[in-house]
């Protein structure tokens, strides 16, 4: 049996890095990440035997946790079909109906394979439908790596981005205005100064990727108002949130605050694909009608609504509309949420935590930030420890303090509590 060093140092010769996505490496904690050998509910066991609950669940996918029974049987059966076709199946129909059943505010979807290509795509059709260049993105929401999107605010007000990555060109990051999450008034200043060229803003409604942050109410309403009064439109980022924070997405939730609330374009990944390569964009039917082959917006996939992975995405779905799954999903990740704050306050550890259906964050920070600049203040030593005592107590959370947390259908009572133990003696 190869040691999880091993594995890495044998990866490292034919895999820059030794993995194929950079937060794997586990550069940010330092330490050797763990080569998975397999999962099986809530765990996960690493090449050298030992397990771990998983609280990443491949970054959000796995809600139901790893080799779910109709899941499994599904993803079997499709793939005893046959694994691609290249040509229209009927199993694309019922995954796009099934999604479209839960988020009203489309009429209909593309499939695609990732979410990059997902944002990407929706960028290039908001920019197609409008027939405008440039769109907002904040700071700390990340949306794949496509280069236009693979950008940070430069100095100074709604300035032009700057690329985060080597390889993307000035050219790439030009139409891309990078303002702060949740700061109203830059927002405002941003449509004063560019409405009339803005294709759309995207934004993650529930940042997930500066750990767990949410649009504020007054942030969402603004991006929501001035959308429309400019005629951009409004691409709601739910890669993550969609299907993981509700049966409705992280929409159906802010609809509840804001009423009439809907996006004009909504982006998913992770969960409705079950964690087969699966995501899609979606909008209303005149948005949706410049898409190839209907329009003049091109778009594409040789594995597009794959066999396999829609099978997977509709027994998930499936298994997630149950009466009661969000109910006791929710419960659970409060319990681990609320737990680890008092298990903190006994130790005095600086600490805010929130979550959201099965999506959660913690942050070593007294109270919860608002945006990318305050999250990074926290102190990552304190967190790399944290994680390094977590880690060896089998609990495996994000190696990274800027990633959010999930728990899944498979997690019990029993495994939240372990976590709490574990948790109380890393705070100490
Ligand atoms: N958007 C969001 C909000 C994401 O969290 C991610 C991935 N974590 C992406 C887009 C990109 O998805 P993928 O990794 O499937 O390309």
Known sequence: MASNSELF???ARVIPGGVNSPVRAFRAVGGTPRFIAR???????????????????SWGPMILGHGHPAVQEAVMKAAA?????????????????EILKLVPSMDQVRLVSSGTEATMSAIRLARGATGRAKFIKF???YHGHTDALLVKAGSGLATFGHPTSAGVTPGAAADTVVLEYNNVEQLEAAFAQYGSELACV???????????VRSSLAFMSAM?????????LLVLDEV????????????????????????DISVFGKVIGGGMPLAAFGAKREVMQHLAPLGGVYQAGTLSGNPVATACGLATLREIQKPGFFESLSAKTRQLVDGLKVVAAENGVPFSADCEGGMFGFFLLPELPQNYTTVMTTDKER???????????????????????????????ADIEATLAAARTALR
């Not at 995207?202 to 767990?212: D, K, L, S």
């Not at 929501?224 to 951009?232: E, N, P």
């Open 9 to 11: 140092e044998r990866a």
């Open 39 to 57: 999962g099986d509910g809530a765990y996960i066991f690493d090449a050298e035997g030992k397990r771990y609950v998983d609280y990443i669940g």
């Open 81 to 97: 079909e046959g694994f691609s076709f290249g040509a229209p199946t009927e199993r694309e129909i019922e995954l796009a109906e």
């Open 139 to 141: 700071e700390g929401c």
């Open 202 to 212: 995207i934004v993650e409604p529930i940042a997930g990727n500066m750990n767990f």
């Open 224 to 232: 929501r108002r001035l959308c429309s009064q400019h005629g951009a």
């Open 240 to 263: 993550m949130t969609g299907l993981r924070v509700g049966l409705g997405s992280a929409q159906a939730h802010y609809a509840k605050l804001i009423p009439g609330f809907a996006p």
């Open 383 to 413: 967190f790399n420890r944290f994680f390094h005592a977590m880690l060896d107590a089998g609990i495996y959370l994000a190696p990274a303090l800027y990633e959010a947390g999930f728990v899944s259908a498979a997690h019990g009572a």
